[in-house]
T-cell receptor, first 113, second 110 residues
Framework: GAVVSQHPSWVICKSGTSVKIECRSLDFQATTMFWYRQFPKQSLMLMATSNEGSKATYEQGVEKDKFLINHASLTLSTLTVTSAHPEDSSFYIC?????????FGSGTQLSVL | DAKTTQPNSMESNEEEPVHLPCNHS???????IHWYRQLPSQGPEYVIH???SNVNNRMASLAIAEDRKSSTLILHRATLRDAAVYYCILGTGANSKLTFGKGITLSVRP
């Protein structure tokens, strides 16, 4: 079946630094990818929709300058958390739109010290 | 967005069938019913989806009420690996943007 690879699985960084998370569709082309974040014991919250070759569409309340999304190819989307702070610590998950369903990455646990 | 309502949690015994209910009384004619599940510390995994007719796949069955205002995910024989949070979500297409609710936490007793 289709696989979405997300890297890194976990990352620890200092406050004020930037962190990049990659999401790759391994065996299919994904013109659309989605980025979610999830806090402990809570559900997934959609952050943005990433479209190949165009600007991402952000959900209400999500800062586009804080969470930079780049979807430069049909198999790769990246999320960069800029100037990360402890409140950005969360589980970030990407998904790619397939023919009949969404395929999700395994998630990235970000801890900002 | 049309919303879904699920119980917070459910317990089942291993190797017994499990019926996970979902209410979606404001569903529109073009909304698909999607089920995904999430194991601890992992991304969600597709389970099944349907529009009007009941659906079966190797993982589960989806029973959709005739008025489409409710549906039930059926796991025919629960295993310990089925313990997860199950999300019932409405979407306008088979692979549309999905907004997750709280889901139902399924516990499976050995």
């Amino acid at each position: 079946g289709a696989v979405v690879s997300q890297h890194p699985s976990w990352v620890i960084c200092k406050s004020g630094t930037s962190v990049k998370i990659e999401c790759r569709s391994l065996d299919f082309q994904a013109t659309t990818m989605f980025w979610y974040r999830q806090f402990p014991k809570q559900s997934l919250m959609l952050m943005a929709t990433s479209n190949e070759g165009s600007k991402a569409t952000y959900e209400q309340g999500v800062e586009k300058d804080k969470f930079l999304i780049n979807h430069a190819s049909l198999t790769l989307s990246t999320l960069t958390v800029t100037s990360a702070h402890p409140e950005d610590s969360s589980f970030y998950i990407c998904s790619a739109r397939g023919l009949e369903k969404l395929f999700f990455g395994s998630g990235t646990q970000l801890s900002v010290l | 967005d049309a919303k879904t309502t699920q119980p917070n949690s459910m317990e089942s015994n291993e190797e017994e069938p499990v019926h996970l209910p979902c209410n979606h009384s404001t569903i529109s004619g073009t909304d698909y019913i999607h089920w995904y599940r999430q194991l601890p510390s992992q991304g969600p995994e597709y389970v099944i989806h349907g529009l009007t007719s009941n659906v079966n796949n190797r993982m589960a069955s989806l029973a959709i009420a005739e008025d489409r205002k409710s549906s039930t995910l059926i796991l025919h024989r629960a295993t310990l690996r089925d313990a997860a949070v199950y999300y019932c979500i409405l979407g306008t297409g088979a692979n549309s943007k999905l907004t997750f609710g709280k889901g139902i936490t399924l516990s499976v007793r050995p």
